[in-house]
């Protein structure tokens, strides 16, 4: 049965990087709608504006938030422009709508991949729209690949802003050393496991040595008081931190939890009324596909939340 799971779920994951489904799906109204379905568990809508009441709910709720726009490695210098403008969009609704939210990003869904320049100016024009409303703003990890052009650019960028905050994967052998330098800034440190495939021998593979890694830099960054964020939805890693807390007593505004929209609320919530401090993260736009794919292949019994999604009457 889980052999069957991960064989529809890896099916999940080629068939999110295929160009030509994804096409055939964006064009296809009725196989969008199905689709969209169920992804409407998982994004904060398709436009900034859905996503600011969810936003809303979710603060009074007493989370804080995250958005993004969905997008990454684009092509063109206007396509690294029209995102930036958006996350610019994204900073100046939160402030008008005097949201509990920072906002979060991939590099090089504003042009990094095109040239390191233009990643860099657009990530300072969207901190400066930031600074304004003191809003953090947090950098995502993504594929190894990139991994040094994005830690240079945050450490530049982290020179002239300090609402600048960056994700190390836990899995990467190599963040033991980028933890070293990164540390020294002041920004906050998100960690997670870690999402990308990877080249053979980069990577620790999901299991006991990897949440041990994990809890790990937590240790650290806590007793050094520096800011973090536990971004995991594994249970054992968040009652793990708990103890780390209650050992390092570290202040509550320098740490959170922080867990996808959609995914294990109820451990979220539970935290939140345990009263430590705990962030959503939306993301929003038209580029759900990928990402509704990713969250069914990363645990594969989503699959079944999936069907029973598109066939609910609403
Ligand atoms: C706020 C946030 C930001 C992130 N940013 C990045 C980033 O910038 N770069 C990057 O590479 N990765 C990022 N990730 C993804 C991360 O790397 C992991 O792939 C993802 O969080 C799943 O790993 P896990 O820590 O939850 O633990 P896992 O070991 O994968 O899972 C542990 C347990 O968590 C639960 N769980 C995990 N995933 C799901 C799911 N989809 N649905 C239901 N339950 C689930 C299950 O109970 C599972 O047994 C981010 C994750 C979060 C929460």
Known sequence: MENLLNI???ALRKAALNEEAKDFLLNNDVLFKILKKAANRYIGGETLEETVWKVITENINGFKCSIEFM?????????????????????QSIISQNLNSTISLDLSHIGLGISRDLGLQNLLTVCEAASGGNIEVI???????????????????????????????????????????????????????????????????RGEMLDEIYLG?????????????????????????????????PEKNSYEFESLYGIQTSQLTALKNEG???????????????????????????LFQAVADIVAKN
């Not at 040094?148 to 963040?175: F, G, P």
């Not at 008081?225 to 995991?232: D, E, M, P, R, Y």
């Not at 939306?282 to 990713?294: A, P, S, T």
Request: aromatic share 10%.
């Open 276 to 302: 430590y401090p705990t962030k959503m993260y939306f993301v929003y736009g038209r580029e759900w596909y990928l990402y509704l794919c990713n969250r069914i292949a990363e645990y594969p019994l989503n």
């Open 8 to 10: 529809g779920a890896e």
């Open 71 to 91: 997008g990454e490695n684009v092509k063109t210098e206007p396509e690294a422009s029209e995102a930036t403008t958006e996350f610019v969009n994204i900073c």
């Open 139 to 205: 950098i995502s990890a993504e594929g190894t690949e990139q991994t040094d052009h994005i830690l240079e650019t945050y450490m530049q960028a982290s020179k002239k802003y300090n609402n600048l905050a960056v994700t190390l994967q836990a899995y990467l052998y190599r963040t033991q050393d980028d933890f070293e330098d990164i540390i020294k800034e002041k920004g906050r440190i998100r960690i997670v496991k870690g999402a990308f495939e990877t080249a053979a021998g980069l990577s620790i593979p």
């Open 217 to 249: 830099y937590i240790d650290k960054l806590m007793s050094a008081n520096h800011k973090c964020s536990v971004a995991t939805h594994d249970d054992k890693i968040q009652q793990e931190v708990k103890k780390l807390i209650g050992l390092h007593n």
